[in-house]
């Protein structure tokens, strides 16, 4: 496994990083035990890395993962709170569960703009605070927008940048796929320390796994990338790939033809709240209930997590 520095924060990460998402509720809701295993079974092939956020629910997974591991394993999370208070709670909640006596990186979740960015600025005072105090020792934003990676590049409290970028641009907001390669080369030149999201789209660029990985690991600025893994199999493939090994071809098909869809199951009321929730705007309601344009969507799972009926779910 190859492993880089993340920009000017010092901390050197594995060019993988373990996207938590996938094995928690929003997605495919792994018991504590098989998602730990999963998380347990890539750091042992060598990441140090991994992903989460207090959205994704999945703290328990990674404490239970980390479970007596001797070496030292970075953990990014991220908040949506936008006050000093929530955001005090949301870092205490995070040390708490995952049993940590700090955060590796701290960062503000899903930002747009500049003007998002500073309507979090109580927030963002009080993770400079718990910086200068040792809980947290980095900080800054993820962001699905171009604008969002801007804006963030020019704020020098800013320590880490974590934009989706993936083969086809899927899911990015505000321009193209180069918009956003020209913001992350931006951002690069301003010391930011960048790693990426979304390199498979979700599991939208599955069926072409290896070229997806390809292109973000030509991207030379950014130090990793996160790749969301449920299965054991995800892992090894994954790891082959990142660490520039061959895959088995019996591996790669089991990897390669598994696509990713939204469920939406067929008690759904039609209440609306998965609507306002998608920020890519992949959701409507007909005849009563939600349905999906799966030309936009991320398959992020954001939606489920606001669904009162439990009946949304990547799967």
Known sequence: MDYRILGQTGIKVSRLCFGALTVGPLQAALSLEDGAGVIRRALEAGVNFIDTAEYYRT???????????????????????????????????????????????FLLHEQESYRTIRGHWD????????KKAGLVRAIGISTH????????????????IHPLINLTGVGIQGGTREDMLEAIAEAAVFGKGLYGMKAL??????????????????IPHLASVAVGMRTPAEVDFNVAVFSGQPVPEDLRHRVGTVKRRLH????????????????????????????????????????????PEFCIRVI
Do not use: H
């Open 59 to 105: 703290y328990p997974y990674i404490q239970k993962a980390l479970k007596d591991m001797e070496r030292e394993v970075v953990i990014a999370t991220k908040s949506y709170a936008y006050t000093r208070r929530g955001m005090q709670e949301s870092l205490e909640k995070a040390l708490r569960e995952l049993k940590r006596d700090y955060l590796d990186i």
């Open 123 to 130: 927030a963002v005072e009080y993770l400079l605070e718990a």
């Open 145 to 160: 927008c171009v604008e969002g990676v801007r804006a963030a590049a020019r704020i020098p409290e800013f320590d880490v």
């Open 201 to 218: 789209g979700g599991g939208n660029l599955i069926p072409s796994v290896e070229e997806a990985l390809a292109f973000v690991l030509n």
């Open 264 to 307: 939406i199951e067929s008690w759904c009321r039609g209440c609306g709240c998965c609507v306002e929730r998608c920020t890519a705007g992949a959701l409507s309601l007909v005849g009563g209930r939600a349905v999906v344009d799966t030309s936009r969507c991320r398959l992020c799972g954001y939606c489920g997590a606001v669904c």
